[in-house]
């Protein structure tokens, strides 16, 4: 194989196992003020299910839907925000964010999140579980928010980097104590190259060193066949 075309297949190559650039979703995507639902956002399926407590006259009571707000208050969150109703007074089921990564798993995850609670202090908004293709847990966490002397609101980032994602799920925290509710914003992933990718390009890999060991040798024999010798200098004339 010829080095040019050897430089060209390696190129190709290198350009299946190159990663795909991060994505980033800020909810500027998504309409204002409105319910949000369920709805896909770059290749991310997004469900928010809201708190259900008691029952009253045998119906249940839920929570307010999440809802895309403008950010007046936190300094760690841009334009458009996610806002997470959890509230509710006696115990029930918590609200809850699932992410779905539609386009393969993710090898890595980060958003921000903030809360406005009565009191210049940290405080949990909620935790976050990561699942992997076969629906096992990956990473658990707190999500805790800090008090930011700059916004004077309680702020924290989330940051994850391992193992293949499929599914996080975000359980909110019930607030109402604090008179406050979490948000979310800016979160960003990037896609992680699929196993049988990467083994389809280690293979041509190995190919391809394969075959410039082999043609080297034939080279080697064929010259040897054919008594290839340095090229001999002519003999001067005396005269």
Known sequence: MSTTLRMLVFSVLLG???????????????????????????????SFVPCRYGDVWS??????????????????????????????SIPG??????????????????????????????????????????????????LIAAFSPVSHQSEGTFTYAG????????????????DTTP????????????PATLFVVASALIGLVVIGRTSKTTRTQVCISLMCHPPRSLPTNPN
Request: charged share 15%; with cysteine; hydrophobic share 45%.
């Open 16 to 46: 299946i196992v190159v990663p795909a650039a991060a994505e980033t979703i800020t909810f500027d995507e998504a309409s204002l003020y409105a319910f949000f639902g369920t709805q896909t956002i770059k290749g991310v399926r997004l």
């Open 59 to 88: 119906s249940p009571w839920f929570c307010d839907q999440a809802e895309v707000v403008t950010n007046l208050y936190f300094s760690n969150l841009t334009g458009s925000v996610l806002m997470l109703p959890g509230e509710f």
């Open 93 to 142: 089921d918590p609200s809850t964010l699932t992410l779905d990564f539609l386009n393969g798993p993710v090898r890595s995850l980060s958003f921000q999140f903030a809360a406005s609670p009565n009191c210049q202090c940290s405080i949990p908004v909620g935790s976050l579980d990561l699942f992997d293709g076969a629906n096992s847990i990956l990473h658990s966490t707190e």
């Open 163 to 178: 193992a293949p994602v499929s599914r996080a799920v975000l359980t909110v925290r019930n607030l109402v104590s604090q």
């Open 183 to 194: 948000f979310i914003d800016t979160i960003t992933f990037q896609t992680a190259p699929e």
